[in-house]
């Protein structure tokens, strides 16, 4: 059972343009949500997150929304730089289960110069 | 950031034989480190939690005699891969958390497992 999910495996954008990585989720009790970034034979580097009592969140170039309605939440990379390029996971956490994180399937993007 | 390695990076066995992986938080110390398998193409997947000195717990579906988990110090957790089989190679990776904060957790590059 697939409590996060990454529908689309890859994502091409242009420099410059604006890329969206969606993720949703189906467990009601998730209060947390992370994104990573990821590159072959490399660990997840932390990106940005939002709690569940927020629908947005953002810094720098990255934005995060959360719609909890939808059980859906989104990464907004605006401009698309070429080092973006990189496997994109989001993960949810619930406090009432020790915050271990459940992770997408994860999204390759690839910025194109 | 705060900096995991784990060791080694990438190692080959044949059937039937023991490998240990070795996760370290180089500059901090962790509470809680976590282990997560990742198969080709696949979402990274957690196997067990490891608390320093006390047991590790499982996720369903693991088999804990079979993924031997060691968690005796601040700064050290290893993961045993007992009588590895083919079935086993993965991509491995920990990470370790530093506090309750879900983003003060850290991951460290993997280790490529590739059993023969």
């Known amino acids: 059972d697939q409590q996060v999910k990454q529908n689309s495996p890859s994502l091409s954008v242009q420099e410059g343009r604006i890329s969206i990585l969606n993720c949703d989720y189906t467990?009601?009790?998730?209060?947390?949500f992370l994104w990573y970034k990821k590159y072959p034979a490399e660990g997840p580097t932390f990106l940005i997150s939002i709690s569940s009592i927020k629908d947005k969140n953002e810094d720098g170039r990255f934005t995060v929304f959360l719609n909890k309605s939808a059980k859906h939440l989104s990464l907004h990379i605006v401009p698309s730089q070429p080092g973006d390029s990189a496997v994109y996971f989001c993960?949810?956490?619930?406090?009432?289960?020790?915050?271990?994180?459940?992770f997408g399937q994860g999204t390759t993007l690839q910025v194109k110069p | 950031g705060a900096v995991v390695s784990q060791h080694p990076s990438w190692v080959i066995c044949k059937s039937g034989t023991s490998v240990k992986i070795e996760c370290r938080s180089l500059d901090f110390q962790a509470t809680t480190m976590f282990w997560y398998r990742q198969f080709p193409k696949q979402s990274l997947m957690l196997m067990a939690t490891s608390n320093e000195g006390s047991k590790a717990t499982y996720e369903q579906g693991v088999e804990k005699d079979k993924f031997l988990i060691n968690h005796a110090s601040l700064t050290l957790s290893t993961l045993t891969v007992t009588s590895a089989h083919p079935e086993d190679s993965s991509f491995y990776i920990c990470?370790?958390?530093?506090?309750?904060?879900?983003?003060?957790?850290?991951f460290g590059p993997g280790t490529r497992l590739t059993v023969l």
């Open positions: 467990n009601s009790m998730f209060d947390y």
């Open positions: 990470s370790a958390r530093v506090g309750p904060s879900y983003n003060e957790q850290f």
């Open positions: 993960a949810a956490s619930a406090r009432s289960n020790t915050g271990k994180l459940i």
